[in-house]
C-alpha cells in the first residue's frame, strides 16, 4: 500500500501495468486501489 501511495503523490498522466492497457490519467484507478486495500486490511 505504501508504493501505490507513493506512486499516486506523482499523478502520473499514464500508467503501464503488468496486465492490460496503459491507463490514461490513472490517478482515480489509484485512489479507488488504495482505499479498497486500507478496507480490506481493516477487516
Do not use: T
Request: proline letters at 5%; charged letters at 25%.
Amino acid at each position: 500500500m505504501k508504493s501505490a501511495k507513493k506512486l499516486a503523490s506523482f499523478d502520473p498522466s499514464l500508467l503501464a501495468v503488468g496486465h492490460g492497457n496503459m491507463l490514461k490519467h490513472p490517478q482515480s484507478q489509484l485512489e479507488r486501489a488504495i482505499m479498497e486495500m486500507e478496507r480490506q486490511s481493516s477487516v
